[in-house]
Structure formats: C-alpha cells, structure tokens
C-alpha cells in the first residue's frame, strides 16, 4: 500500500501565490511519474502538470508560464508552485503518483485532494 498525503491549499486572493505538497510513503520500490491534477465544479478531471523521473516536466494549457512542478526523490515528494493564481484555478487538486511497490508490481496512487480557492 502506497499512501499520498497533501497540504498546502487554502484560500488566495487573484494574483496571488500557493505552494501544494504531497509525500508518498508506504511499500516503494521506485517511483516514476508525479503529477497534479485538479477537478473544478462541473467540470471532468485535468491535468495540470506531470514530472517524470527523468525527462521534461509538461504543463497543461491554462497554467503554462504560471505553475511549477518540481520534487525531491529523496523525500518522495512532489511540489506545485502556483503564481498569478485567478479564479478560474479554483478547483480540488490530486496528487498522483506512479511507481513500483517491488520490482514486479506497479502501483498508482492517488492524493485526498486538497482545497484551492481564488477570490476576492
């Protein structure tokens, strides 16, 4: 079992900054891909940004040049730096985390989801 736990969202003003985190712990053999993802009200799941182990990070169309993925394998954890936040990022963001739990078993796991609201 791979647990993922977040923190960091919360209430922000428009143009305002957050910092998402999210830690997987449990039976890691390895870890692959981290991302975030976000589901707004109304709205299907989106990606918002996905880093590999190795290999360029991708960003989805609406947050290029304002959000940054980044994350510390020696933690296993995954960050999303989030600026020039607007209203329309209002929305629950998920961790999701790829891996191996040993060499033969692949996991996916995913995050609670945690919070972000842009308002004034």
Known sequence: QVQL???GGGLVQPGGSLRLSCTASGKI???????????????????????????????????KGRFTISRDNAKNTVYLQMNSLKPEDTAVYYCNVN??????????????????????
């Open 29 to 63: 053999f390895s870890i692959s891909a981290m991302g975030w993802f976000r589901r707004a009200a109304g709205k299907q799941r989106e990606l918002v940004a996905i880093i590999p182990s190795g290999g360029s990070t991708n960003y989805g169309d609406s947050v």
């Open 99 to 120: 891996g191996n739990s040993d060499p033969a078993r692949s996991f996916t796991a995913w995050g609670q989801g945690t919070q972000v609201t842009v308002s004034s």
């Open 5 to 7: 736990v977040e923190s």
